[in-house]
């Protein structure tokens, strides 16, 4: 345990330069005179530690001293191994050198460990797209990352869903998110920060100067919060629904954990059926209609008025289409049979959502 915090303290130092007794200590989750016997056993071993006194003093290594040692276990390397991901390494332009890393891993490895570590890419695979779309094409992808890494501001052609389609930005990168086979930039832009989609990026420049990034910046929890803010965004409205219990298998599946997760914290009790009465978010009624009706005869609208009496009219419709002859669709404009007053036609049973949609695999996804 000890030697392998000592090593922590000579690794932190050599990568982070100067740092005081407090923050290795907060960065270990140890007490400072843990650190103080530390540093003192490192000096002790041999390694020039040094420490600095006053306000802006604390510890540091030798000007030029760098240690080959590492201590890193088999298991650590299998990971790095199972993490490489060389797809998105070479969307990046750094496939070349993600192979040559590995390469240089393995053969530091003690003996057989190198082949063991390389036996794992053999039996795992990492596959960060999803179902049913094809990844974006992402020819500016690589000018982006560099433009990240170099922190350059970028003047960017951009492709969005409203008027007006085409824009041009000055941004300022701040890093690249890699989000179910898709790649996102996040960006300053009139000191505000904004998330763009890298496959609707039509042109990209970078221009000569540099920029600082903001102090404290998070990537991860800022695409965390932006990712929350989006698909809550994303439904406009409320939907009250009757669930069979079929339905509520495959919510997670067609609808994503947003809508299971609320129809799953305010279901009711089941009736004798088993069917539930739930409130679940919904996006426009255009788009929730479509949505709807993947759960087939395994879900009712009770409300809103609109949405219910939409998804009736669209019923109606495909109930006259595939019970008249094949080919002999109504006439444009013409109201469907059910929905004329007094119109009565033969008990018609709509199926449930078919086991092919159940099979474990998502369905597909319109939006980004």
Do not use: C
């Not at 199972?82 to 990046?92: K, N, S, Y």
């Not at 509520?248 to 914290?265: D, K, N, Y």
């Not at 094949?326 to 013409?334: I, L, M």
């Amino acid at each position: 345990m000890r030697a392998s915090r000592l090593l922590s303290v000579l690794l932190l130092l050599q990568n982070r330069g100067r740092m005081t007794a407090r923050e290795l200590a907060e960065e270990l989750e140890v007490s400072v005179r843990t650190v103080y016997r530390d540093v003192e056993a490192l000096g002790a071993a041999g390694v020039p530690v040094y420490a600095d006194r006053g306000p802006s003093g604390g510890y540091r290594l030798l000007d030029g001293y760098r240690t080959r040692l590492t201590g890193m276990t088999v298991e650590e390397a299998e990971a790095l191994f199972l993490a490489g991901m060389p797809g998105p390494a070479a969307e990046l332009g750094l496939g070349a050198v993600l192979a040559a890393a590995e390469l240089k891993l393995r053969a530091a490895l003690p003996g057989g460990s190198g082949a063991r570590a390389g036996w794992l890419r053999e039996r795992f695979h990492l596959d960060p797209a999803g179902w049913f779309q094809a990844p974006d094409h992402t020819p500016h992808l690589a000018a982006a990352a560099e433009a990240v890494w170099r922190q350059r501001p970028v003047r960017l052609r951009y492709r969005r869903w409203k008027a007006p389609r085409e824009v041009t930005r000055v941004l300022e990168p701040l890093g690249l998110v890699l989000k179910a086979g898709r790649w996102y930039l996040v960006a300053s832009a009139d000191d505000r920060l904004r998330t763009y989609r890298v496959g609707q990026v039509l042109a990209i420049e970078a221009l000569e100067e540099t920029f600082e990034r903001p102090d404290g910046f998070d990537l991860a929890g800022y695409w965390q919060g932006w990712a929350r803010r989006f698909e809550a965004d994303v439904h406009r409205g409320e939907a009250t629904v009757r669930l069979s219990p079929r339905a509520m298998e495959l919510l997670p599946s067609l609808f994503g954990t947003t809508v299971s997760r609320a129809a799953r914290s305010s279901a009711g009790p089941p009736d004798s059926d088993g069917w539930v009465r739930a409130v679940i978010p919904v996006e426009h009624p255009n788009v929730a209609v479509g949505d709807l009706l993947r759960l087939g005869a395994d879900v009712e609208v009770l409300g809103p008025a609109e949405l219910r009496d939409r998804l009736a009219a669209t019923v109606a419709t495909l109930a006259d289409r595939y019970l008249a002859p094949a080919g002999r669709t109504a006439q444009p404009g013409a109201t469907p049979q059910a929905a004329q007053p007094g119109a009565t036609r033969r008990a018609t049973t709509i199926p449930s959502v078919s086991k092919a949609t159940s099979n474990g695999f998502p369905s597909p996804t319109r939006r980004s």
